[in-house]
């Protein structure tokens, strides 16, 4: 056991200075993930920030006609909440195929985007690890990279990220609402907020030290038939090899994101251009820049398939 410090802060901006003051620090809400990384060696954070009694916790109507999610918001309460079901039901979906019931309970919004990968060789740590040691190498490469990343990764990692709810999100073009270390607010859009590993894989977001997530806004509904498939190896608990999260307008016209295939959800806007053309056309546009391992390149072909089950279903 290591030991670390611990407080509870009173304001999100209180919380951000206080990160920001301490080297090593982190903020602990649902701790569904961060908890696991500190007992395997992963984190070892100096100092732990309690952000659980800050106001953050509402979904509340905006003037655009949207949504504001706290960024406390459990993930049960999210998918059962009555706007989130009639309107954007997509997120609903997604939510509810991730994880266990019991996790979903304790897991918040911003700690749901916030999960770090799940590649077995990041949650070894005698193995390297370019995410864990910056420059100490990438074992997926050249090892078992059955559920690694097809596309958007580099030459120092292919990991993907796990969350099912922000590749809803990213369907959605979800706002990330966050306060700076100075109390300052930012909005950064949901397509600029997970970063591709390029040759730092461990800095997997576009957050600043201290920054802090607040909430995450839903603009005004788009309606459609919105349909979340995700393809796993069983049937609950398990991570996505592929995921679609699919919005099908009644002209044939819609929107499409991808989960399991990259190091943050992977949406190419030009792709959903080939809609009406079917599923073939769309899968080929989003997966023109994939680098499939010889284990993983069936992705590409099951990626295909759970693209064209998710629109015939969209269709009805």
């Known amino acids: 056991m290591k030991p670390f410090s611990y407080e ?9 200075a206080a990160a920001a003051r301490t080297p090593g620090a982190r903020f602990i809400a649902g701790g569904t993930n961060l908890l696991d990384l500190m007992k395997l060696g992963i984190e070892s954070p100096v100092h732990l920030i309690d952000v659980n009694r800050l ?23 999210l998918a059962a909440d009555p706007r989130v079901r009639r309107d954007y039901g997509v997120l609903s979906r997604a939510l509810l195929a991730g994880a266990s019931g019991q996790l979903r309970n304790r897991a918040t919004t911003a700690g749901n985007l916030l999960q770090r990968t799940r590649c077995p060789y990041f949650y ?37 990220h796990p969350s099912d709810m ?14 700076r270390p100075d109390g300052k607010a930012r ?3 949901i397509a600029d907020f997970h970063r591709l590993p390029g040759n730092t894989p461990p800095i997997e977001t576009a957050l600043e030290p201290g920054e802090l997530i607040t909430a995450v806004t839903l603009p005004k509904p788009i309606g459609g038939v919105q349909v979340y498939r995700k393809v796993r190896d ?20 819609g929107r499409v ?11 190419v806007e030009a792709a959903e251009a080939q809609m009406p053309q079917g599923a073939r056309a769309v899968t080929e546009r989003l997966l023109a820049e994939a680098r499939p391992t010889e284990e993983n390149q069936f992705k590409l072909t099951l990626a295909y398939r759970t693209i064209a089950a998710a629109l015939t279903q969209a269709k009805g």
């Not at 106001?55 to 309460?77: C, F, H, K, M, S």
């Not at 100490?136 to 090892?143: D, E, L, Q, R």
């Open 55 to 77: 106001a953050l916790d509402r979904i509340d109507a905006t003037p655009e006609g949207g949504l504001r999610i706290g960024a406390l918001v459990r993930n049960t309460d």
């Open 257 to 267: 994101a991808l989960g399991g295939v990259a190091a943050k959800p992977w949406r």
């Open 124 to 160: 070894d740590t005698n193995l390297p690890c370019n995410k864990r040691v910056p420059g100490s190498g990438c074992s997926a490469i050249g090892g078992f990279s059955r559920q690694h990343a097809v596309v958007g990764g580099s030459n120092s990692c292919i990991a993907t």
């Open 8 to 16: 509870r802060a009173r304001s999100p901006a209180e919380a951000a």
């Open 234 to 253: 069983r049937a609950s608990y398990a991570f996505a090899l592929v995921s679609v999260a699919a919005i099908v307008q009644p002209d044939g016209t």
């Open 166 to 179: 922000a590749v809803a999100m990213r369907v959605l073009d979800a706002t990330v609402e966050t306060v």
């Open 187 to 189: 909005v950064i859009p």
